[in-house]
Nanobody, 115 residues
């Protein structure tokens, strides 16, 4: 049974940094593409960042240069390092895993950026 558990969401001020964690269990992440999506109130869920099993990364234009998605296979964990946070980054952030065509989702963690 694959499980993804996000953590690290918090209330921060604009300009601050935050790191989200996604701990996977039930399967090693080393063979999987991992990603972070977010959903803001009243908006559709959108891709924030993804990283393939070989380390190729993709970022939404809105977060390029501010966010990174490191993965540590030995810890079976993928992170979302978020710098220079803006109020428009406020959302519930979801971790995803794509393993052999199957998509798995975590339950999400809330990030609020407000002064």
């Amino acid at each position: 049974q694959v499980q993804l558990v996000e953590s690290g969401g918090d209330l921060v001020q604009p300009g601050e940094s935050l790191r989200l964690s996604c701990a996977a269990s039930g399967t090693p992440i080393s063979f999987s593409a991992m990603g972070w999506y977010r959903q803001a109130p009243g908006k559709e869920r959108e891709l924030v960042a993804s990283i393939s099993s070989v380390g190729i990364t993709i970022y939404a234009d809105s977060v390029k240069g501010r966010f990174t998605i490191p993965r540590v296979n030995a810890k079976n964990t993928v992170y979302l390092q978020m710098n220079s946070l803006k109020p428009e980054d406020t959302a519930v952030y979801y971790c995803t895993m794509n393993l052999y065509g199957m998509n798995y989702w975590g339950k999400g963690t809330l990030v609020t950026v407000s002064s």
